[in-house]
């Protein structure tokens, strides 16, 4: 059966593609098949094979289903900038009702036992005029996996990301603190442990400072605590806005 999550932030550069090549490594050690996808990538460069996003090809690079890039990736834009303006300045357009179908369409034909579909941004990100990114997540019934930077300032705004996931009628599985520097936030123990008092979910790990990270997902995947014997299935331990 398949198992998939949308995996946000509370910010941008928080670690998303950190985290889901992680999630994508340790499942994949443990025997499941698995596939990343990055539905709309907003920073590229021109390659002989057309534009190309580094987080959607490390996202490839950890699954273990073989799919086309323009699968995992449909909607890749060159300006390394919020996904409604550089699809504004690209002359294009899309609808959540087009991104779900896409992932839909690439799930179904590309099956896999644990997939991730990552977001780009924050939580709140638009991606119309109207839209949000966010509502991939709440339209493909996707629980929620919150990537929390362990730095100052994390506190609130992973609480207030929380409480969008949940306001939005999504299911929250689990957060996920990532370390961003070498160096230690200060007080970085005690902001863990207000971590896991304010958030309504399971912390399923922390990660260390990687400064390549997106070469050694394996490397990072070991670090995933898992905490209750649940082998990092975010399914076991989710908490719902019902």
């Excluded at 946000?8 to 090549?21: E, F, P, Q, R």
């Excluded at 499941?32 to 490839?60: C, F, I, Q």
């Excluded at 699968?71 to 991104?99: D, F, R, W, Y």
């Excluded at 442990?193 to 979910?201: C, D, G, N, Q, V």
């Amino acid at each position: 059966m398949t198992q998939a999550y949308f995996v946000t932030a509370t910010d941008t550069d928080a670690g998303k593609t950190v985290v889901s090549t992680a999630l994508l490594s340790r499942w994949r050690r443990q025997g499941y098949s698995t596939l990343g996808l990055k539905p709309v990538a907003a920073g590229a460069e021109m390659t002989r094979h057309g534009l190309r996003n580094d987080d959607a090809l490390a996202l490839m690079s950890a699954s273990s289903v073989n799919v086309p890039y323009e699968h995992i990736n449909p909607v890749c834009l060159a300006p390394p900038i919020a996904p409604h303006i550089a699809l504004q300045k690209s002359g294009m357009q899309t609808t959540i009702e087009e991104l779900s179908a896409q992932v839909r369409k690439t799930m179904a034909d590309f099956p896999a036992q644990r997939v991730v579909v990552e977001g780009a941004g924050g939580w709140r990100v638009p991606l119309n005029d109207s839209e949000d990114l966010s509502e991939l997540a709440s339209t493909l019934a996707l629980s929620v996996i919150l990537v929390v930077p362990l730095k100052l300032g994390c506190l609130s705004m992973a609480r207030l990301t929380a409480e969008a996931v949940l306001a939005d009628g999504c299911t929250l599985a689990g957060w996920i603190g990532n370390r961003v520097t070498p160096e230690t936030m200060s007080e970085e123990a005690a902001n863990l442990t207000t971590l896991h008092r304010i958030l309504p979910a399971p912390c399923l790990g922390v990660l260390p400072f990687d400064p390549v990270p997106a070469g050694r997902p394996e490397r990072l995947g070991t670090e995933l605590s898992c905490q209750g014997g649940s082998g990092c299935d975010p399914a076991h331990r989710a908490v719902s806005s019902d």
